[in-house]
């Protein structure tokens, strides 16, 4: 099976522009995260999808394949549906960005239930009680069979137990295109969560846990502690 790695990396971010080229320990995060998963067995090939030449330059210069596309894209997806227009293959998995401290191993449990015949998988794992309250970190509702329920930016269920969405995605050729096919959905456009496009119109997204060490930046602050993170680890 073909299943090609793509990481979505807009530079023009509102909430924090350049963040893909954010410098940690002396490298920009989108390189961190391609390093991360270089160790993948299960990917054919890995390219960085991008609306900024600057991106594509940085990319490029430090070895690696990037690829430009629209800034009409509104999501990850839409850009990871761009390159599947351009690119053929059987699946396609979509890497965040902004997840500096990924790895290989997590890239491949996504791949084999694409394998498996999944058409849309993400991961979990679990959630620090001090990201409870934080609406940056996604939390999820799964079903006994470890499929999503819902995903919310407040603490879900109820009384728990809480677990974290982590924002990387597999999809089958056929799924992405359905996807993308599927209109905005009134949960979607209430948590801001594109996910919830595939809940609402009655898609199952199958969830594999993965409890490796992850630091999501979405803020200044993440991106301090995936620096302390890094450069602990290299010196």
Not at 102 to 120: N, P, Q, R, T, V
Request: with cysteine.
């Amino acid at each position: 099976m073909e299943i090609l790695g793509v990481i979505p990396a807009r530079y023009g971010s509102t909430r924090f522009p350049g963040k893909v080229l954010a410098d940690i320990c002396g490298k920009p995060m989108v390189i961190r995260v391609l390093e991360g998963i270089s160790t993948a067995k299960k990917i054919s090939r890995v390219l960085v999808a991008t609306e900024s030449q600057i991106v594509k330059k940085a990319v490029e210069a430090s070895g690696w394949e990037a690829i430009l596309t629209s800034e009409e894209c509104k999501s990850g997806t839409e850009r990871v549906g761009e390159v599947a227009k351009k690119i053929k293959a059987d699946a396609y998995i979509n890497i965040q960005a902004d997840e500096p401290l990924i790895k290989g191993e997590a890239i491949d449990l996504i791949a084999s239930a694409l394998e498996d015949g999944e058409d849309f998988v993400s991961l979990y794992t679990s959630l620090r009680e001090e990201e409870k309250d934080d609406p940056n970190k996604v939390k999820i509702v799964l079903n006994r069979q470890d499929y999503a329920i819902y995903f919310s930016r407040v603490p879900v269920p109820y009384r728990g137990p809480f677990f974290k969405h982590v924002g990387i995605y597999g999809y089958s050729r056929d799924g992405l295109f359905k996807y993308l096919e599927l209109p905005p959905s009134p949960l979607e456009l209430s948590e801001d969560l594109e996910q919830l496009r595939l809940i609402f119109h009655g898609e199952k997204i199958k969830m594999i846990k993965w409890d490796g060490k992850l630091v999501s930046v979405d803020t200044m602050e993440d991106l301090k502690l995936a620096k302390e993170v890094f450069c602990a680890e290299e010196n």
